[in-house]
């Protein structure tokens, strides 16, 4: 056995927009058309909390009001609905009432059972915006971290005067405001098997730079980005182009990890500019263990493809696995290969990546969120377009002085949160 085979534990998908987390709780009742009326949801709207709440298979006609509470309770049944929110000593129920509107309603069902908004409450032609602030009669502000339930509530005429019809829950955590770029994907936090104890020669030439393999958690969802940054990204920010071999779409190289630094200084400066930074995030470097874990995307072989990497998984120059040489004389333009699960392109092969961590040995034990500092040299990962396979392992570590330049030297960003080398 070449390297130790390991468990991964993931943490529930997350919304890319926001980094919140929506969960459904209470069973649905048919109403008097035979319909259940769903709620569903969806984040990043960029209107006040950024939820919007969506309602279907409602009684045409009907007016509607969310509910909204603090504590999912056991179900209580009223006229042909269930209601999972109900008061007591620690838990609150809360109704959004819009002034001015019918019945200060949020909506009104069509024809096709769909709510639709009333007087602006959606930025949409249905369903509704939550704001930023729950109104009350003692207003509540919905913050990140905040974990608030809603349903959806509305009458039922057609059954009987006064009845009532309820949608299943949402549980909703909020994360922070703001978001990112284009071309970034949502990287979820987790725990993995950071390291390698694959052995030393072909095909994975294993050394002991990535061992011990040891349990690694990233507390704190991330967004990464979904290619290297290319030399029209790098060109347009920083108004230079060092790259060796041009082309646009290729990823920027011959940069240090120093002028790596400073670009994402700068994308952190702009894009906090126009608001668009969540507070305690910036646009960095990706320490060495979030690279892996985004790298891996849920796998434990040696690369993220599977336990061998051929010439048409990646831009590479030998691969041990087929005994080939791959022809590789320069960078491709990136997503020129299949990503991983993640959505993630040219983790392996490429262009390096500089890494935000010095070098160091890995410590035993379990680890969170580590991060290196201090150190002479900038780790890089990912193998190039002038590497074998061995230097393309999900796990294998080189490292450089943070001026050291190369026609193989790029790097990828990530908007996290804040970590000072």
């Known amino acids: 056995m070449r390297s130790k085979i390991l468990p991964f534990v993931l943490v529930p998908a997350l919304t890319s927009a ?8 209470c069973p649905q009742q048919p109403n008097s058309t035979g319909a259940t009326t769903t709620l569903t949801g969806s984040l990043g709207s960029g209107v006040g909390s950024g939820l919007h709440l969506e309602v279907t298979g409602g009684v045409p006609g009907e007016f509607g009001y969310v509910l909204v509470g603090n504590e999912v309770t056991p179900a209580l049944s009223i006229s042909n609905g269930l209601l999972c929110m109900g008061a007591s000593a620690t838990a609150r129920v809360y109704r959004f009432d819009v002034p001015g509107m019918n019945w200060y309603s949020v909506g009104q069902f069509d024809n096709a059972g769909v709510m639709q908004n009333l007087g602006g409450t959606s930025t949409t032609g249905s369903g509704y915006d939550v704001p930023s602030t729950i109104p009350n009669s003692v207003p509540i502000s919905i913050t990140a971290g905040d974990t608030w339930h809603f349903q959806f509530w509305h009458r039922d005429s057609a059954a009987a005067p006064g009845a009532s019809n309820f949608s299943n829950g949402l549980s909703v955590t909020f994360g922070p ?3 990112p770029i284009p071309g970034m994907v949502v990287i979820p936090a987790g725990t993995f098997f950071m390291g390698s104890a694959a052995l030393g020669g072909a095909p994975y030439f294993g050394s002991t730079d990535t061992e011990p393999v040891h349990p690694v958690t990233i507390s704190t969802s991330f967004w990464m980005g979904e290619h290297e940054v290319t030399q029209a990204d790098y060109l347009a920010l920083m108004g230079s182009n060092p790259s060796y071999f041009s082309g646009l779409n290729r990823p920027v190289e011959r940069v240090t990890w ?13 894009q906090a500019n126009l608001g668009n930074v969540p507070a305690g995030f910036e646009y960095r470097l990706p320490t060495e263990a979030e690279w892996e874990y985004a790298c891996r995307a849920g796998t434990t072989t040696e690369f993220n493809v599977g336990a061998g990497l051929y010439c048409g998984d990646a831009k590479f120059w ?3 696995h087929s005994n080939t040489n791959c022809s590789s004389t320069e960078t491709d333009p990136v997503g020129s290969y299949a990503p991983n699960a993640w959505g993630l392109y040219d983790m392996h092969g490429n262009v390096m990546e500089w890494c935000l961590d010095s070098h160091a040995s890995y410590a ?3 680890a969170s969120d580590p991060f290196v500092t201090g150190g002479t040299s900038r780790v890089l990962r990912g193998g190039g377009w002038y590497y074998n396979t061995d230097y393309c392992r999900s796990a294998y570590r080189s490292h450089n002085g943070p001026g050291s330049m190369s026609n193989v030297y790029g790097f990828r960003i990530v908007l996290a949160p804040i970590r000072v080398p």
């Open 18 to 25: 926001s980094l919140a987390q929506i969960a459904t709780f």
């Open 177 to 179: 405001t703001g978001g």
């Open 258 to 270: 120093s002028n790596a630094r400073a670009y994402c200084m700068a994308l952190t400066v702009q």
């Open 318 to 320: 030998y691969s041990y």
């Open 364 to 366: 035993p034990g379990a």
